[in-house]
């Protein structure tokens, strides 16, 4: 049987630039309501989505932590969207692999735009992974939107940022865009280093479904 697939809002904007789909278990974090200006009517919508959920909270130090991790969130799509990240996803998956326990798997997909100097597309693919720092398990793809490349990272934070020693590991697909002056960077990360084999075929999938022209244009003539 075929995967489900969602298809993302995108598909109905001419002005998008590019075009996916991503497998079902995936939620898409609305970036333009999440860091809309205080005084904008996205933000009163926001505060008038969240307020039922923060007045539930009973217990004041549990909601004022509640509130302040919605404000850490923010910022980290903040820092997304200084770097042109253009689209961010939560996975949320049951590891159904035989003897896992089938224990919540959660990973966090981001579609970004890079600008890069003119060369081939199939160079600009080779040259992302080989400048990149110490990908491993390069793969080079000749997809329906043209030459790409796939590449995967573990990085572990370190003792004096005072997060989590925990493993992260990051999926690379880079697809170099047609007109040769920028690049989709498509990256997949996720603490189950051990399913690395399983997260690089979700973003391999949704590397195969990209498309840099509308897939509804013909229909829309």
């Not at 609305?30 to 005084?39: E, I, Q, R, S």
Request: aromatic share 6%; proline share 7%.
């Amino acid at each position: 049987m075929e995967p489900r697939v969602v298809i993302d809002d995108s598909v109905n904007d001419p002005s998008a630039g590019i075009w996916f789909a991503v497998p079902g278990g995936f939620t898409e974090l609305p970036l333009d309501v999440l860091l809309a200006p205080p005084a904008s009517a996205e933000a009163k919508k926001l505060r008038e989505a969240l307020a039922p959920l923060v007045q539930a909270i009973t217990d004041g130090v549990t909601r004022q932590r509640f509130i302040a991790q919605l404000a850490s969130g923010q910022q980290l799509l903040l820092a997304l969207r200084e770097v042109d990240t253009v689209h961010c996803s939560i996975g949320v998956h049951r590891d159904d692999v035989a003897g896992s326990g089938e224990e919540t798997l959660h990973s966090l997909f981001t579609v970004s735009w890079r600008d890069i100097a003119w060369s081939p597309r199939s160079v600009s693919a080779a040259r992302a992974v080989a400048t990149a720092d110490q990908h491993a398990h390069i793969e080079y793809l000749d997809l329906p939107c043209g030459p790409a490349s796939m590449g995967e990272i573990v990085r572990t934070p370190s003792a004096a940022s005072g997060l989590p020693r925990t493993p992260l590991l990051q999926v690379y697909a880079y697809l170099p865009h047609p007109d040769c002056r920028r690049m989709a960077v498509l990256m997949l990360s996720t603490t189950a280093v051990e399913r690395r084999d399983q997260y690089r075929a979700i973003l391999r999938n949704i590397a195969e479904l990209t498309s840099f022209e509308s897939p509804l244009a013909e229909s829309q003539k």
